[in-house]
């Protein structure tokens, strides 16, 4: 396979020869191994953990990396911020370069596979087999997420999925209940849409263009796929796949959908959502704290619609270990991922970060109960938890979904045709993925 194109070419000359030079932890094949006679060493040890998270997160991490230094006191953790993911993700890449990484890192759900097919992160699997860990307590799609070539490369961490946000107050006022499926939504926007002198000036619902995340599970939803099944061409242009933007196309045009796309979009639909003039956005699960704590209406939480079938998509990022470490600074990477991952933290990390619970045990724990009746929206996304699904792993993706990002922006700002469009981008989106043999 050829090399990336988010490495750059002094990191790409040099990763091969980092790798053949880190000694302990790794085989002849550059596969990492859990050294036995590690676990139990209580020699003194500092690792880094390079990371994302925003202030609102940092009472959060804090409490973590205190409560692992209690059970694991030779191990000092140095959470490092790095800025956000892309910017978190360009320091990796020196890093590599430079055979100078952090033990443990953040990384964002859709770059996983381009990092760990490169030979950046450990498998976690020796690891896992060693200290038996009951992967069956992660939902399925979100531990999928961070695993690539059927290695397990990282764990769930600060995770979320698009769902509706809705204005409860007036649903229940206007005697209707956010569509389940797509066949609903036709009498959902008939109802809840409204408008004067034959303007919009409520709209049923929000779709956010600026990021294909949020429109991925629409088109799966609707029997498409984004690639063939080889993974080696497109198939946004196929009819399966352009099932759902042809509807977004007839909602938008018949005044009652809003997609928002361009420069402020997201506080913009947001606003919007909170002065009345949306009805139920689609958004992170994230920011569900933010319009709790700003609407002057009831908020509700609705599972995205679904058709052919129903998922929304992981969000967020998990926690990995870079492969270059040596073998003792990779046994205390793995005790910081396995603590920051478990159970017995779960509730209490995801309410503290505002991100969703990741462990079955933990949310129908006790804590767990008392968890839901603190945030009883988040329901309609663990009834649904089994359908929290992976984006699409591909090392490419984050450069080819760029390609129907710009058709999403075409319609949403110049109400251009998207079919002819999604054409011109399946041929784009060809040329990038014949660099990935």
């Not at 750059?8 to 596969?31: I, Y």
């Not at 443990?104 to 699997?125: C, K, Q, R, Y």
């Not at 809840?192 to 000036?201: D, R, S």
Request: charged content about 20%; hydrophobic content about 40%; overall charge negative.
């Amino acid at each position: 396979m050829k090399m990336k194109k988010w490495m750059t070419a002094m990191a790409a000359g040099t990763l091969a020869a980092s790798l053949a030079a880190c000694s302990g932890g790794t085989t002849t094949e550059g596969t990492a191994q859990a050294d036995d006679g590690l676990k139990d060493d209580t020699t003194p040890v500092t690792i880094q953990y390079w990371h994302s998270h925003a202030e609102a997160q940092m009472e959060g991490l804090n409490y973590m990396v205190a409560e692992f230094s209690k059970k694991y006191p030779h191990i000092t953790v140095e959470p490092v911020f790095q800025g956000a993911y892309a910017e978190l993700h360009k320091k990796l890449q020196a890093a590599v370069a430079a055979g100078d990484v952090p033990a443990v890192t953040n990384v964002e759900v859709s770059s996983l596979p381009n990092f760990a097919n490169s030979g950046v992160f450990a498998d976690l699997t020796p690891w896992i087999q060693r200290d038996k860990v009951q992967l069956d307590d992660f939902s399925k799609g979100m531990l999928q997420a961070y695993a690539y070539n059927n290695k397990q490369y990282g764990f769930p961490l600060i995770v979320s999925t698009s769902v509706f946000v809705y204005n409860k107050t007036l649903l229940d006022q206007l005697g209707v209940q956010p569509p389940q499926t797509w066949s609903d939504i036709d009498a959902f926007n008939e109802k809840v849409t409204q408008k004067e002198n034959g303007k919009t000036v409520r709209y049923a619902f929000s779709v956010p263009g600026w990021d294909t995340w949020y429109y991925d599970p629409w088109l799966v939803n609707g029997g498409g796929t984004i690639l063939t099944s080889d993974m080696k061409k497109s198939a946004v242009e196929t009819p399966e796949s352009l099932r759902y933007i042809e509807k977004f196309y007839k909602w938008k045009n018949e005044g009652h959908m809003h997609i928002g796309y361009g420069k402020g979009a997201s506080d913009n639909m947001r606003q919007m959502f909170l002065n009345g003039q949306i009805a139920m956005v689609q958004h992170t699960s994230a920011m569900l704290k933010m319009y709790r704590e700003n609407a002057g209406f009831e908020v509700g939480v609705s599972f995205l619609p679904g058709d052919k079938q129903r998922t929304s998509n992981i969000g967020g990022a998990g926690i990995v270990m870079m492969e270059q470490e040596d073998a003792k600074k990779k046994e205390a990477a793995w005790k910081f991922i396995e603590f920051m991952t478990s159970s017995e933290h779960n509730i209490k990390w995801a309410e503290s970060v505002g991100y969703l619970p990741t462990r079955k045990s933990a949310i129908s724990s006790n804590e767990g109960s008392e968890y839901f009746k603190r945030w009883p929206q988040y329901k309609a996304v663990f009834d649904n938890f089994d359908s929290v699904t992976p984006r699409l792993q591909h090392p490419a993706y984050p450069e080819f979904s760029k390609q129907y990002l710009e058709v999403m922006g075409k319609m949403a700002l110049n109400n251009e045709d998207p079919v002819p469009l999604m054409k011109e981008a399946a041929n784009k989106i060809n040329d990038i993925l014949a660099d990935f043999e």
